[in-house]
């Protein structure tokens, strides 16, 4: 078999689910956090903590949490404490917080009944669970945003109030909330407000240097040595402190980056591949955000890039999208979803800065919304979202087998 | 409960040989696997929990059924079953 030469040593260390053993310009904040939650690997059990960490998209927020979880849970189990931590993201739990407390309750038991009780009754569960289990839990609520949008003050609130009701008993679960702007944190009352801005670690941006640091690291683990020169690090370290000092961009940037070098069998990254991976990139539409998508919002955002890709206009009224969806499900052998539903997905995609959408003007017979891609090429969306959508096939193939 | 009366029951071994394979389960999910209604996936799961063979643990308004590993009767038709399972 034909083999070429790669760049890469371990690509892995460049995926975004990957937590790094160091986190560079990072050190004062996971002291920080090490000594709120000082008491768990102390004193378990005689007091609860609620932190919130908040910073811009690619600040090392979700990267600070799960790096201090994992290291708490190896100090706690050499210390015999049966502590755990575990990260939920609301977004991908569409900020309900019966699926938040259902995925922390899976983790105690993977098969535990996934309908017919209500989200305080999961709440109850879980602490009877810790309770039995004489374990202590550390739940990491990354994009809060989603579950102060959805469920408003009531929700967190159950969340941060729950070990008042149990004065004398052990007190078992602790929040990490994670968002990125504290502007969302006025959508609550004063009580709840109160009691989670306590202890707030705010994350800045990173500056061009420290974006290299970090690239720098990254380099060292996931490319062989001298594929990536200094100047084309910095290079995609200013790229990434152009895009807000977004770290995670500039880790997609290298990526790909090498994956242009390795496809042009190239011996080493050149500054041409970035320049072929900025294209490839949206800033503002990252890979993550499409991945998390439910996958009829995917197969909604995939039947809009397809009209794009062939139409010269620059919007769509609703009825002409609800047609190139219908034509995407029979495709793709999926009962297609209702108007009203369609509706909640363009509202969710628009809030997420994937599309746009503008109001039908006066003087018009009857009222539509108009929907515009503005910032992704349609080609690339619709190249992305078949990859994403066939990989997701292909697995629930594979289970169903 | 007698063996007789264990084995000799196509609905308790099914049940015998889920909890086996999955360690715990909700009465819904055993009757469904099961190929069971609720009510008679729930005698059968009283009768074995009254034999010692499994345990059951109550959170709010859900039961949750468990292999009762702490059993040595337990232990013994767990083996069994995969015994009877890789053999065949």
Known sequence: MYHHFSVFKNESKLDLNYIPTRLPHRKFQRTLLNQFFRFTVENPGEMTQRVLITGNVGTGKTVLSQHFGLDITKEAEKKEINLNYIHVNCRECRGSLFMILQRALLNF???????????????????QILDEQNAYLILAIDELETLIQIGGSDTLYKLTRVQEARLKAPQRLSLIC???????????DSSTRSTLQRNIIRLDEYSTSQLQDILKDRVDLAFKHETVSTSTLHFIAELASSENGDARYGIELLWRAGKYADASELSEVSPECVR????????????????????HEKLFLLSLARCFKHSKAAYLSMGEAEQAYAVVCEEYNEKKRGHTQLWKYIK????????????SSFGQRGKTTYISLPRVPALDLEQELAKILSTENRRSNTHAD | MPIEDVISSKGRV??????TEIEELNISEIARRAGLNYATANQHLEALENAGLVRCKRFGRIRIFRFNRENSRARI???????WETNK
């Open chain 1, 348 to 359: 969710e995609l628009s809030a997420l800065g994937i599309i746009k959408t503008e109001l």
């Open chain 2, 77 to 83: 038709i767990k083996k069994f079953i995969e015994e």
């Open chain 1, 178 to 188: 994670i968002l990125r702007e504290p502007r969302y944190l006025n959508k609550l």
């Open chain 1, 109 to 127: 038991h993977p098969h535990f009944p996934k309908r017919g009780y209500s989200a305080e009754e999961i709440l109850q569960i879980l602490i």
């Open chain 2, 14 to 19: 099914r049940i015998l040989r889920i909890l």
């Open chain 1, 276 to 295: 072929k991976a900025v294209a490839s990139v949206y800033p503002l539409v990252q890979k993550d955000v499409v991945f998390s998508l439910s996958s």
